[in-house]
Every structure is written in C-alpha cells, then in structure tokens.
C-alpha cells in the first residue's frame, strides 16, 4: 500500500533553516510528480512545491527561500528551507496522486519563532 512518512520538523529561530524528507513507499516513486503542502489550524491546505522528472515549481511565498529535490534511489522528497519565517509556521505534508487518488503523509510540524 502507498506510505508516506514525513520528518524533519521542530522549532527554529527566524532567518533558521530546516530540511523536511518523505519517505515513499508502495509505488514506483520515479515514476511520480511529487508535492509538499502545508497547513495552519482552522485554515485550508495550500501547495508549497512540486517536483517532476525534471521540473519543480514553486509558491510565490517560498520561492528564492525554499528548495525542493528528490532522490529515486532512497524512495525519499525533500524540502529544503531556508531564511525561514513566523509565517512559515504550520503542519508540513507531502502528497502523491496515484490514477486520480490522492495519497498523503501525516505531516510533520514545523514552528519558526524567537
């Protein structure tokens, strides 16, 4: 069955930096765009990057600051973040969509404050 497992959250300082993994498992990862959203209480779900074969893209909100990249042989999507922000705060997930079906991880928090 498809699995998602996030990691790498935790508490930073502003102007800090964190790198997120999601270990994939279940499907032929190289085969998948792969995608990191993020998520405050009482607010919807927004995309923050996506990686192809070859492309990514990014929100405007992160773009410059934040780095999406993945490794087929570890199975594993990463989100570097730098220069982070209080307004980076949230719960930070990875998805993956499958013939129509969308699969996601639990998320892993991460809290910018000084």
């Known amino acids: 069955q498809v699995q998602l497992v996030e990691s790498g959250g935790g508490l930073v300082q502003p102007g800090g930096s964190l790198r997120l993994s999601c270990a994939a498992s279940?499907?032929?990862?190289?085969?998948?765009?792969m995608s990191w959203y993020r998520q405050a209480p009482g607010k919807e779900r927004e995309f923050v990057a996506l990686i192809g074969t070859r492309s990514t893209n990014y929100a405007d909100s992160v773009k410059g600051r934040f780095t999406i990249s993945r490794d087929n042989a570890k199975n594993t999507v990463y989100l570097q973040m730098n220069n982070l922000k209080p307004e980076d705060t949230d719960v930070y997930y990875c998805?993956?969509?499958?013939?129509?079906?969308?699969?996601w991880g639990q998320g892993t928090q991460v809290t910018v404050s000084s």
């Open positions: 279940g499907f032929t990862f190289s085969n998948y765009i």
């Open positions: 998805k993956v969509s499958i013939t129509g079906r969308e699969y």
